[in-house]
């Protein structure tokens, strides 16, 4: 059972769903798995443009250039 602070956590997540009109909890999760996705692309990207100026190489790309301005 969640209490305290992850509690509050919870329901300030879900209830910034429901304000943006995402009442159902599955799209929620939809939603979340989303967002996790791109902050984990977006942490792999910075990690690679991070080794690339330590070792004084090109960074590798992990969206391709072009595709990434949608």
Same mark, same amino acid.
């Given at each position: 059972?969640?209490?305290?602070?992850?509690?509050?956590? +919870?329901? @300030? +997540? #879900?209830?910034?769903? #429901?304000?943006?009109?995402?009442?159902?909890? /599955?799209?929620? /999760?939809?939603? /979340?798995?989303?967002?996790?996705?791109?902050?984990?692309?977006?942490?792999?990207? &910075?990690?690679?443009?991070?080794?690339?100026?330590? *070792?004084?190489? @090109?960074? +590798?790309?992990? /969206?391709?250039?072009? *595709?990434? &301005? @949608?």
């Amino acid at each position: 059972m969640l209490t305290g602070e992850l509690r509050n956590k +919870v329901d @300030q +997540v #879900w209830n910034a769903f #429901w304000s943006g009109g995402i009442a159902n909890p /599955i799209e929620a /999760i939809e939603q /979340i798995t989303y967002l996790h996705f791109l902050r984990a692309l977006d942490s792999n990207q &910075t990690r690679e443009d991070n080794k690339a100026l330590r *070792l004084k190489t @090109q960074p +590798v790309r992990l /969206i391709p250039a072009g *595709l990434d &301005t @949608q």
